[in-house]
C-alpha cells in the first residue's frame, strides 16, 4: 500500500465532477422551462401593450360613437397617435401597427414607405398570408397569431408571434408582436450570466474545499502509512512521526501531532501489558469471561421475554436470536476455560454448539447428528462465523428438512486437507429448492450462509440433492 487513500481522493474529485455535470445539465433543462415561461410571460406583455394602446384611443372611437366624428376622421387621428406608440424591448425599439379589414397597412411606424399599401397577399416564408391570418383573428376575437417572417437587416426567416384586436366600428385592428428568437435571445443572455456566475461561486467553493481538505488527506495519508509501517506485529516502540511536515497549527498539524500522542500511549499501554506472557493470558481469558458472562445475560433477558411472549412466531425469533448469541457464547466459554488463549477445538466447539441447539428445539428424539471431525483448531476470527453458519444450517433442518415432528439425520464434517478446512453440514431432508438458494433476496438464514462463508474467505457450494447441504472450503 504505497499511497493510502488515493481511491478516496480519487473518489471525491470524480463525485465533485459529477456534480458539477448535473448542475451544468439540470440548468440546461430549467433553462429550456424557463424559455417557454418567459413566452408565456412576453405574449401577456403584447396583450398589455395592445390594451394599453387601445386605452389611449378610447376618446377617438367614443366621439365617433356619438357621431361627433367621421370615419375617415376618427381613422385619421387614431392612425396618427398609434404611429407614436413606439416603445423600447430589451434587444430592439417595437412598435404598434394598424391594418384595414381590406389588408391596407394604415400604420408601420418603421416602415413608413407602406403605409397606404395593399398588404393582403403578404406571405410568409411559408407561404400563408400574413395580413389575412391577423384580420381573421381580429375579426373572431382579440388573439395571438404565429407566423414566419425576415426580420429587419436578416434574409432568415423567425418565428413571431403577435398579439391582435379589432376595431370593429372603423373595420380595423390594432396589434403587435415579437420575434421568438428575440425572446430566446434574452433568455440565452440572460441563463448564460447565471450559470457563469453559478459556476464561478461553486469553483470558489470547490477550490477553498480543496485546500483546505487536501491538507487533512495528506495528513490521514501520512498516518496511514505509519500504521502500516507497523505491520502486524504488537507495538513495542513507537515509530517516528514528524507533526512538522504540515502548517504549525493547523488541523493536519494537531491531527498527526494527535496521533503521535496516542502512538506514545499506545506504546506505553502495550509495554505495560505484555511484561509477561502469563499476565497477557490472564487478561486476555478475564476479557473473554466478561464477554461470556454478557452474552449470557444478554440471552437470559431474550429467554424471558420468549417465554412471556404468546405468539408463536415472535417466540420462535426470540429462540433463533439465543442460539445465534449462544453460539457466539460457546466460543468465548471455550477460551476462557482451555489452556489456548488464541484458538479452540472445532470438533469440541460443533459438538456443543449443536448439542445445545437440539436441545433447545427439543429435537433430540426425532434428529440423529453424526460428526466427521479431525484436531483442526479454529481462531475465534474463523470460529465465530463458522458458528453463525453452523446455527443456521442447523435452525434450517429442523424448521424445514423435518417439520412437523418428523424424524432425520444431520451429518456434520470438519477436516483439515491440503493447508485447506473443508466443512461440510447436510441433511436428508426432501432438500429447499435450489431457486430459493441462489436467489440474492432468500431468507435472512440463507443470506447469512452466503455472507458469512465470504467472511471466512472461502469457496461456499450449496447441493439439494438427497437433502440440503452447505459446503465452504477456506
Known sequence: MTNPLRRTSRSLLILIFLNVVLIVLFSFRLQSQFEQSSIDLRKKELKRLVTVGLHSIENYRNDYAAGLLTKEKTLELITNHVRSLTYDD???????????????????????EKEGSN???LKDSDGGFIIRKLIDQAKREPGYVFYNYFPPGSEVPQM??????????LECYIGTGMYISDIKTLVNVHFRQTLLLYLLVSGILIISAIVYILPLINSVQYIARKFVNLG??????????SPERFRKGSDSYRL???FSKITEQ??????????????????????????KNNLQIIISLLRIQQEQNEDET??????????????????????????????ISGERYLKELVGFMIHSYGAEDRVAVEYDTDSTLLSMEKAVPLGIITNEAVTNSIKYAFPSGGKGSINIRLKSENNKKHYTISDNGPGIDLTRLKEKSSSLGINLIRNLAKQLNGELTMNTDGGTSYTIVW
Open 314 to 343: 415472535i417466540k420462535k425469533a426470540f429462540l433463533e436470536s439465543i442460539t445465534r448469541l449462544e453460539s457466539i457464547s460457546i466460543i468465548h466459554k471455550m477460551l476462557y476455560s482451555g489452556g489456548d488463549i488464541s484458538t
Open 256 to 258: 498527526v501531532e494527535e
Open 232 to 241: 502486524e506485529g504488537i507495538l513495542t516502540e513507537a515509530p517516528e512521526i
Open 119 to 121: 398588404q393582403w397577399n
Open 160 to 169: 413571431k408571434i403577435s398579439y391582435v384586436e379589432g376595431l370593429q366600428e
Open 266 to 291: 499506545l506504546v506505553n499501554s502495550n509495554n505495560k501489558l505484555l511484561k509477561t506472557t502469563e499476565e497477557r493470558g490472564f487478561l486476555v481469558k478475564e476479557m473473554n469471561h466478561r464477554v
Open 90 to 112: 430589451e434587444l430592439q425599439p417595437n412598435y404598434l401597427f394598424m391594418s384595414s379589414y381590406d389588408g391596407i397597412m394604415l400604420v408601420q411606424p418603421f416602415e413608413p
